[in-house]
T-cell receptor
């Protein structure tokens, strides 16, 4: 079965600084990878996704992520964070053919922005 | 217009009661899902429905039952509520059944069982 690990439970970054959130996955075939953001009291919003092709994918709100097969990683980055980026970030992996494994989420990284 | 909506937003109830959470999507999607987010923010899929047929059913208690009157709705019924059912429940939908499809989430229903 697939799994996702987000090693950092909390990350604190100063406003204007760069950001990298780590995500490692375990899946036997080519994974479908997603990053979602959850603002306080809100549902989840898709930031970006990777299926195939260019390993560097661009998302909304200035985020990007890079798929590295050799490291089984799909880290999320942003060159300069804004206070409004404070939220919970979830990495997820989906089974290519659907089925019982479904969409598996990591446990999330809570991002705190310092003024 | 809200793409995926859930009602109620908050639900406080006593142990042993039966409750329902409604979900509606106006995206014309074929597949809908229910997720449970626990107190540690861990999200786990509970059910999904594709064209009114259950296509996955994780190891959730049979006190939980999804009901889909039509393609745009997937309601979650919970019988004999327990303290451990307290969580945030998210509904989601996607265009197709494959999990490569982007899932669009509702705002969540915060359930508290006393």
């Amino acid at each position: 079965a697939q799994s996702v690990t987000q090693p950092d439970i909390h990350i604190t970054v100063s406003e204007g600084a760069s950001l990298e959130l780590r995500c490692n996955y375990s899946y036997g075939a080519t994974p479908y990878l997603f990053w979602y953001v959850q603002s306080p009291g809100q549902g989840l919003q898709l930031l970006l996704k990777y299926f195939s092709g260019d390993t560097l994918v661009q998302g909304i709100k200035g985020f990007e992520a890079e798929f590295k097969r050799s490291q089984s990683s799909f880290n999320l980055r942003k060159p300069s964070v804004h206070w409004s980026d404070a939220a919970e970030y979830f990495c997820a992996v989906g089974a290519a053919g659907g089925g019982a494994d479904g969409l598996t989420f990591g446990k999330g990284t809570h991002l705190i922005i310092q003024p | 217009d809200t793409a995926v909506s859930q009602t109620p937003k908050y639900l406080v109830t006593q142990m042993g009661n039966d409750k329902s959470i409604k979900c509606e999507q106006n995206l014309g999607h074929d597949t809908m899902y229910w997720y449970k987010q626990d107190s540690k923010k861990f999200l786990k899929i509970m059910f999904s429905y594709n064209n009114k047929e259950l296509i996955i059913n994780e190891t959730v208690p049979n006190r939980f039952s999804p009901k889909s009157p039509d393609k745009a709705h997937l309601n979650l019924h919970i019988n004999s509520l327990e303290l451990g059912d307290s969580a945030v429940y998210f509904c989601a939908s996607s265009k197709g059944a494959q999990f490569a499809e982007t899932q669009y989430f509702g705002p969540g229903t915060r359930l508290l069982v006393l």
